[in-house]
């Protein structure tokens, strides 16, 4: 069963199934068998990392890992942020605001209110945008077709987001 990696160079792969113990595997180009069962969706080790190792967006190892085993909880930890960091205690006391609170909406003939529906998702690491935009092609796509909205993705190095614009038949 082919596994895959988020980006290039990450030292595990994510189970597209379920992996049987002794079961062959490869992730990109890399072949190797599962030394232990791997439910679909956890990580399996694609070459060895040594205790206190630091696995690529995961964490750092708390054992030995060899190519093949399943990298979940056991064996890998987020270790604590030793930076030190400085709460601000200022404060100030604000007044709320005069104005009378709005409705960003429209009525319609029957006299019944609405809103503008938005689907919003956020990439919130960098590693993610290759899952991100296939989500965009794969879920808003049909949602394209069935509605003629569009489309468009925006992105960035550290920034990307897709977004869709329904023409008015299709936000009722």
């Given at each position: 069963m082919m596994q895959r990696r988020a980006t290039p160079g990450d030292d595990v792969a994510v189970a597209r199934g379920d992996i049987a113990e002794g079961q062959p595997v490869s992730a990109d180009g890399i072949s190797l068998v599962a030394r232990q069962a791997i439910p679909s969706g956890?990580?399996?080790?694609?070459?060895?990392?040594?205790?206190?190792q630091r696995v690529l967006k995961y964490g750092?190892?708390?054992?030995?890992?060899e190519p093949g085993d399943h990298v979940h909880v056991n064996n890998l930890d987020m270790p604590a942020n030793t930076t030190e960091h400085s709460v601000r205690n200022v404060y100030a006391p604000t007044s709320l605001s005069e104005n009378p609170a709005t409705f960003e909406g429209y009525v319609r003939e029957d006299?019944?209110?609405?809103?503008?529906?938005?689907?919003?998702?956020?990439s919130n690491v960098n590693c993610s945008l290759p899952q991100f935009d296939r989500w965009c092609t794969s879920i808003l796509r049909p949602v394209q077709v069935s509605c003629g909205s569009e489309l468009a993705r925006d992105g960035g190095s550290?920034?990307?987001?897709?977004?869709?614009?329904?023409?008015?038949?299709?936000?009722?």
């Open positions: 956890h990580k399996i080790a694609l070459r060895p990392v040594l205790a206190g750092q190892a708390t054992q030995a890992i006299g019944r209110v609405g809103t503008r529906n938005y689907i919003g998702v956020i550290t920034h990307h987001r897709c977004h869709r614009q329904a023409p008015p038949a299709c936000q009722t």
